[in-house]
């Protein structure tokens, strides 16, 4: 059971330069998010979503768009890199709908580290 | 605003107890969490309260006090595989999770 898998692991852009971070799930989870952690502060929510078709924004949506034309997989596109999106990024699922569970447990990637030069 | 506090760093020995305090400030509560977080690893949930009181599990419990804005993680018999930091987030009204900035626990031998 893979779980939820991101890729890549390690990656170092330049400044303007556009990426995809990839996030797929294999535990049909509705909810798929993107967060971004950075030292000395709480995980943030850049995008979210509760089903195939639907997303939302997050704390800190600029910069980043998202789809889900699946329920398995979730991309976080990068669309002009900057420097302070560098991050380490993490993809997480969960059986909830909007949280709405009884539990809401996420289930992380092991996360995707971003250097912006 | 909303808000999250837990202390940044806390020192304990191997085979003791600690505790790691988390107060809130949040529009709405709908559960609190607790994730580990190894270095360079991804979060792993622990526990979720949403009623007052105490939640055991095995080494480790976790407590509410809704009225207090308030939760600790308890951790029994420390192994030294317990150093990791330890994040509180809280589910708003919106059904939102607010994180903290998270607990830095070293084991000492």
């Known amino acids: 059971n893979a779980g939820v898998t991101q890729t890549p692991k390690f990656q170092v852009l330049k400044t303007g330069q556009s990426m995809t971070l990839q996030c797929a799930q294999d535990?049909?989870?509705?909810?798929m998010s993107w967060y971004r952690q950075d030292p000395g502060m709480g995980l943030r929510l850049i995008h979210y979503s509760v089903g195939a078709g639907i997303t939302d924004q997050g704390e800190v949506p600029n910069g980043y768009n998202v789809s889900r034309s699946t329920t398995e997989d979730f991309p976080l596109r990068l669309l002009s890199a900057a420097p302070s999106q560098t991050s380490v990024y993490f993809c997480a699922s969960s059986y909830s709908t909007s949280g709405r569970a009884d539990t809401g447990e996420l289930f992380f990637g092991e996360g995707s580290r971003l250097t912006v030069l | 605003g909303q808000n999250i506090d837990q202390p940044t760093e806390m020192t304990a020995t191997e085979g003791a107890i600690v505790q790691i305090n988390c107060t809130y400030q949040t529009s709405g509560f709908n559960g609190l969490f607790w994730y580990q977080q190894h270095a360079g690893e991804a979060p792993t949930f622990l526990s979720y309260?949403?009623l007052d009181g105490l939640e055991e599990k095995g080494r480790f419990s976790s407590f509410l006090s809704r009225s207090k804005g308030y939760s600790y993680l308890l951790l029994k018999e420390l192994q030294m595989k317990d150093s990791a930091s330890y994040l509180c987030a809280v589910m708003d009204s919106n059904y939102q999770l607010i994180w903290g900035a998270g607990t830095k626990l070293i084991i000492k031998p």
């Open positions: 535990m049909n989870h509705e909810y």
């Open positions: 309260n949403v």
